[in-house]
């Protein structure tokens, strides 16, 4: 590896004052570092290969899901604007919510921006602060799987805080470090391969994602973990897969209970 080049992330993209150190995990950019104070890790990613691999996610086939999926994705987020309608006591039809970041929404990337519109979605182009929506106007923003991808998550959670209206609910999901998936598998967990999920640099744990949420003017209402695994597929032999998928899925509700799932969803409270 070559040292001589700077890492795109130089410091606790939560905010923290500690400094970084190296892990022993080991990814191809590099080991992932560590933020003393909120446990935060970190990839060594030059700032030239991060944009480059961002770059892949701009495709209008991108993240269209298969038609077998839509119903376990229409479920997911059914029980998720559920979750909002009880924190906020008011009926689902009357939420006014913003999706940030998802390809849907308020989205950077002009091609897949342009995808949800022709299915006939609201969709701003470019990022939230340029979009300057009126303070206060949202009970709910749902930044799924977006936060992973920053280097300075603060601003953009600021600007939330603006948009929301007060005790309005901040929804944000993304992996999490301090599941069983990664005491297992380390840093063969597919989440932190660059190749497979573009853009990931910055990887949050509990702890971490509360203490972003109370730095950017929230308070936490939950935080879920759910599903483990132990291997990616193709990496063992198939009967190890399929043991180490019956033993991960009899590990499911467990993981719920300890907070050890790998996929982190948290439903944070504008102050
Ligand atoms: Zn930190």
């Known amino acids: 590896m070559d040292n001589t080049v700077q890492p795109y992330v ?5 905010g923290c004052s ?12 590099g080991l992932l570092r560590q933020c003393g104070e909120c446990g935060q890790l970190l990839s060594r990613i030059t700032e ?3 944009w480059d691999s961002m770059q892949q996610f701009d495709q209008h ?9 839509l119903d376990r994705r229409f479920r997911v987020a059914r029980r998720r604007l559920d979750t909002v309608s009880a924190l906020l ?5 009357a939420l006014r919510v913003l999706d940030v970041g998802c390809s849907r929404g308020v989205e950077p990337a002009a091609n897949i921006a342009a995808a949800a519109r022709a299915q006939g979605l609201k969709v701003h182009t470019g990022l939230l602060a340029d979009v300057a929506l009126p303070a206060a106007s949202f009970d709910a923003i749902t930044l799924f799987e977006v936060i992973e991808h920053l280097k300075e998550p603060l601003p953009l959670l600021r600007e939330c ?8 609910v901040l929804v944000l999901s993304t992996g999490n470090t301090a599941s069983w998936t990664v005491a297992a598998m380390q840093e063969r967990w597919d989440y932190f391969d660059i190749a497979k999920d573009g853009g990931h640099i910055s990887f949050y744990n509990p702890r971490s994602i509360a203490l972003l949420g109370t730095r950017a003017g929230f308070s936490t209402e939950q935080i879920a973990t759910s599903r483990v695994k132990f291997h990616e597929k193709g990496e063992v032999a198939r009967w190890r897969y399929a043991a180490g998928k019956l033993a991960a899925e009899l590990l499911n509700l467990p ?17």
């Open 255 to 271: 993981a719920r209970l300890a907070s050890r799932g790998h996929d982190m969803l948290a439903f944070l409270r504008r102050n």
């Open 61 to 69: 086939e991108f993240n269209q899901p298969p038609p077998r999926e």
């Open 48 to 50: 030239s290969a991060y």
């Open 18 to 29: 500690a400094s970084l150190t190296d892990t022993t995990l080991a990814l191809r950019e």
């Open 10 to 14: 130089s410091t606790c993209p939560v």
């Open 89 to 93: 006591e008011k009926a689902p039809a």
């Open 161 to 168: 805080h603006r948009v929301l209206k007060p005790g309005g």
